[in-house]
């Protein structure tokens, strides 16, 4: 098949190409907005998404509103080229996960000794594949910390690479992502994963996508900012929002502020810019 490169995606339904695309690939924020604002055209048949975690309620929404046929959730970064895992996503999936490795690659979710993590239990992803990079081109000390030695290989030169997100090992044999593990926080002594607020938040029927960081005020205090976006057509209170998530959530880890926003900020590759999201109007 041809290859073709549209640099904005929501420019696909005036595309020429767009009666020829049968597969498109992206993240989950610009597939949704895609959705949101033009639609998908019925020539699509597979969605590949990835570079951020992905809400089951897009993927419901891509099989019941569109022509799609298969939704896949990829994950790797670049330095595995350019995936490590996959997951065929079905509409009535309660859990998405990132799947299992893809072929010629092993994951291990590790403590902090490096130690195999059970399963259930967090760790950090590390990634050894036939498509690991070499390093960092004239960055010899990111190289060494980022691409170590393997423990679980006796071939010379192995080496794993430190992804720096989290992860788990589910009881099937699928990987559960849970974020980055510089976004996992401690606030008021308790360490939060940001990831795990984001995905109890998107839970509500009425919220498309949401993001959650951690802001400072002039008194160097902490609070957790939970931005959203909704669906078409939907209303919701703060206050209802609030009482979803303190069902679902302890209360150290219930949010301070909640911000509605019509879209979430991009970058120029289609991923959330936490750098771009406004300050709250906290009362």
Known sequence: GKVIVIEN?????????????????????????????????????????AGEALPRKLVQQLYQKTSVQNVFN?????????????????????????????????????????QLSPIGIPGEVYLCS???????????????EKFIPNPFSHKIGARLYKTGDLARYLPDGNIEFL?????QVKIRGFRIELGEIEAAINQHPSVSMSVVVVRQDEAAN????????????????????????????????????????????LTPNGKIDRRALPAPNVT
């Open 222 to 265: 902490q609070s957790l900012v939970a931005y959203i976006t909704l669906y078409p057509e939907q209303i919701v209170t703060i206050a209802e929002l609030r009482r979803f998530l303190e069902s679902k959530l302890p209360n150290y880890m219930v949010i301070t502020a909640i911000v509605v926003l019509e879209a979430l900020p």
């Open 179 to 183: 974020g980055r593990i510089d976004h």
């Open 130 to 144: 036939n498509g690991l990079a070499r390093g960092y081109l004239n960055r010899p000390t990111l190289t060494a």
């Open 9 to 49: 995606l929501l420019h696909l339904q005036t595309s020429v190409a767009a009666q020829k695309v049968t597969l498109i690939n992206t993240v989950p924020s610009a597939i949704a907005e895609l959705l949101r604002i033009n639609g998908i055209p019925a020539c699509v048949r597979t969605i590949n998404l």
């Open 74 to 114: 990829l994950y790797g970064p670049s330095e595995d080229t350019t995936y490590s895992t996959f997951s065929l996503v079905n509409a009535e999936d309660n859990l998405i996960t990132i799947g299992r490795p893809i072929a010629n690659t092993q994951i291990y979710i590790l403590d902090s000794q490096l």
